[in-house]
């Protein structure tokens, strides 16, 4: 690969060019990934049943939970990377990809061991009611955090000097080595749902491998030799001010769907199966919306790290009309299709009733997704982590998690999918404060 393919400079050029190239390889990686935990949730639903694919949802839930805390944390690396990067300050930057990447390594053995051995009180206290299959699920997939938190380390140094493609090959390679495993291990082997983790873990570790071995190949770029470890004390304070909010805003939005979940657990196993397949087809229908979001952060950062605001504010409403247009698009194809969507994964016709009717529902929400992520993923660039925090708090839990526990005693079930609808509306206004307030102009993160 030659060097210009390996860093991208997004503070030039036609800002819509620029941010489709950038953001078109996340929705493909955005894609992959879906694929590869949908593989999980189909292939059990078929081979195992609803039991299968409730024990899968309620597991892979928890571990979405500490994949959102990895993920939010990397975010305060892939901030002070892209502001370094776009300012010219190599050396900083690539002290910066060192810290973040040992320190990973580090956190992610602490957090194996935690969740192996808490993993069945999680499970009762979310009341599981496939508890067995969960409890299978999620202590093999609890292994995987080691590779969750090194891939997305590496994947935060990769994406600051604004690659996208790399990450999109890998995980390419490992999605199909997720189904094809999947295929082996539950449909061959029948091992349910320890051969659904196992299969997901042994795909973390392959596109972790690769990765890292991409990284290890370009010292001059990313700085990182595993003969010669770094941590810079400065670095990690700043990685982690900047980190920990974004953290705790995902960890708030995932715990706010444990919250749902529990809920929805109290209808039973059909109810848990259903809403576990509706959750997956979501995911696949936010991937656009969030690549976008993402994207524009990483040109945000660089943007604002050369100094050019106007630039900045333009990214922000050329991705929020792309990000509104898909989401129309979106609603009007799931409004129509949404039983036989359903029905891919499960032959259980009151699952699949149940995932039509969360679908129809929620769907409307995107609109609101469209708007606010975009806002969110602007804010990150510009180090206000805080922000985005305080956005999630309203919409996750003092909408979400309340308006849950009231409409389920009124509507039931209908009453737990019209508040997931409803809530992400509340973030709106607060982007729309936030940019108009200027504050966004006034200091970068590593300053």
Same mark, same amino acid.
């Given at each position: 690969?030659?060097?210009?393919?390996?860093?991208?400079?997004?503070?030039?050029?036609?800002?819509?060019?620029?941010?489709?190239?950038?953001?078109?390889?996340?929705?493909?990686?955005?894609?992959?990934?879906?694929?590869?935990?949908?593989?999980?949730?189909?292939?059990?639903?078929?081979?195992?049943?609803?039991?299968?694919?409730? /024990? @899968?949802?309620?597991?892979?839930?928890?571990?979405? =939970?500490? &994949?959102? %805390?990895?993920? #939010?944390? !990397?975010? +305060?690396?892939?901030?002070?990377?892209?502001?370094?990067?776009?300012?010219?300050?190599?050396?900083?930057?690539?002290?910066?990809?060192?810290?973040?990447?040992?320190?990973?390594?580090?956190?992610?053995?602490?957090?194996?061991?935690?969740?192996?051995?808490?993993?069945?009180?999680?499970?009762?206290?979310?009341?599981?009611?496939?508890?067995?299959?969960?409890?299978?699920?999620?202590?093999?997939?609890?292994?995987?955090?080691?590779?969750?938190?090194?891939?997305?380390?590496?994947?935060?140094?990769?994406?600051?000097?604004?690659?996208?493609?790399?990450?999109?090959?890998?995980?390419?390679?490992?999605?199909?080595?997720?189904?094809?495993?999947?295929?082996?291990?539950?449909? /061959? @082997?029948?091992?349910?749902?320890?051969?659904?983790? =196992?299969? &997901?873990? %042994?795909?973390? #570790?392959? !596109?972790? +491998?690769?990765?890292?071995?991409?990284?290890?190949?370009?010292?001059?770029?990313?700085?990182?030799?595993?003969?010669?470890?770094?941590?810079?004390?400065?670095?990690?304070?700043?990685?982690?001010?900047?980190?920990?909010?974004?953290?705790?805003?995902?960890?708030?939005?995932?715990?706010?769907?444990?919250?749902?979940?529990?809920?929805?657990?109290?209808?039973?196993?059909?109810?848990?199966?259903?809403?576990?397949?509706?959750?997956?087809?979501?995911?696949?229908?936010?991937?656009?919306?969030?690549?976008?979001?993402?994207?524009?952060?990483?040109?945000?950062?660089?943007?604002?790290?050369?100094?050019?605001?106007?630039?900045?504010?333009?990214?922000?409403?050329?991705?929020?009309?792309?990000?509104?247009?898909?989401?129309?698009?979106?609603?009007?194809?799931?409004?129509?299709?949404?039983?036989?969507?359903?029905?891919?994964?499960?032959?259980?016709?009151?699952?699949?009733?149940?995932?039509?009717?969360?679908?129809?529902?929620?769907?409307?929400?995107?609109?609101?997704?469209?708007?606010?992520?975009?806002?969110?993923?602007?804010?990150?660039?510009?180090?206000?982590?805080?922000?985005?925090?305080?956005?999630?708090?309203?919409?996750?839990?003092?909408?979400?998690?309340?308006?849950?526990?009231?409409?389920?005693?009124?509507?039931?079930?209908?009453?737990?999918?019209?508040?997931?609808?409803?809530?992400?509306?509340?973030?709106?206004?607060?982007?729309?404060?936030?940019?108009?307030?200027?504050?966004?102009?006034?200091?970068?993160?590593?300053?």
């Amino acid at each position: 690969m030659r060097k210009a393919e390996k860093t991208l400079d997004l503070t030039e050029g036609s800002v819509w060019k620029r941010l489709l190239q950038y953001a078109l390889p996340f929705v493909a990686i955005s894609l992959m990934q879906s694929l590869y935990s949908m593989a999980d949730l189909m292939i059990s639903g078929h081979f195992i049943g609803a039991r299968g694919i409730s /024990g @899968i949802n309620n597991s892979s839930l928890v571990m979405e =939970l500490l &994949t959102k %805390i990895i993920i #939010g944390l !990397s975010q +305060g690396g892939n901030i002070l990377i892209g502001q370094f990067f776009g300012a010219g300050e190599e050396e900083k930057r690539k002290e910066t990809m060192n810290t973040l990447f040992y320190s990973f390594a580090v956190m992610s053995v602490v957090l194996v061991g935690v969740v192996s051995l808490s993993a069945g009180v999680i499970l009762r206290a979310l009341g599981a009611p496939a508890y067995q299959e969960a409890l299978a699920y999620l202590r093999i997939c609890s292994l995987g955090i080691f590779f969750i938190a090194g891939y997305n380390a590496l994947v935060a140094a990769v994406r600051g000097v604004g690659d996208s493609k790399r990450p999109m090959k890998i995980i390419l390679i490992a999605t199909g080595a997720n189904i094809i495993l999947d295929l082996l291990f539950v449909g /061959g @082997i029948h091992m349910g749902t320890k051969g659904a983790a =196992l299969a &997901t873990v %042994i795909s973390q #570790g392959i !596109s972790f +491998g690769l990765l890292l071995a991409h990284v290890l190949r370009n010292p001059d770029i990313f700085g990182i030799r595993l003969s010669m470890p770094e941590f810079h004390a400065k670095r990690f304070c700043r990685i982690v001010a900047l980190g920990i909010p974004c953290a705790v805003q995902m960890s708030l939005a995932a715990v706010s769907w444990l919250t749902v979940t529990k809920f929805v657990n109290g209808y039973g196993v059909t109810a848990s199966a259903g809403a576990g397949v509706s959750a997956k087809i979501k995911d696949l229908c936010q991937l656009f919306i969030s690549a976008v979001s993402s994207a524009a952060s990483t040109m945000v950062a660089q943007t604002l790290g050369a100094g050019k605001l106007e630039r900045a504010k333009e990214v922000l409403y050329t991705a929020m009309k792309l990000t509104c247009v898909a989401a129309f698009a979106l609603i009007l194809v799931v409004e129509a299709g949404a039983p036989a969507f359903a029905g891919f994964f499960t032959g259980d016709l009151e699952a699949v009733k149940v995932a039509a009717l969360n679908l129809r529902i929620e769907i409307i929400g995107q609109i609101f997704y469209a708007v606010f992520m975009i806002y969110h993923g602007f804010a990150i660039g510009a180090g206000h982590t805080w922000f985005v925090l305080l956005s999630s708090f309203v919409n996750c839990i003092l909408v979400r998690a309340v308006l849950v526990v009231i409409l389920e005693r009124i509507l039931g079930l209908s009453g737990i999918f019209l508040a997931c609808m409803v809530a992400p509306g509340a973030s709106v206004p607060l982007g729309m404060v936030y940019v108009r307030s200027g504050v966004w102009k006034k200091e970068l993160a590593y300053e």
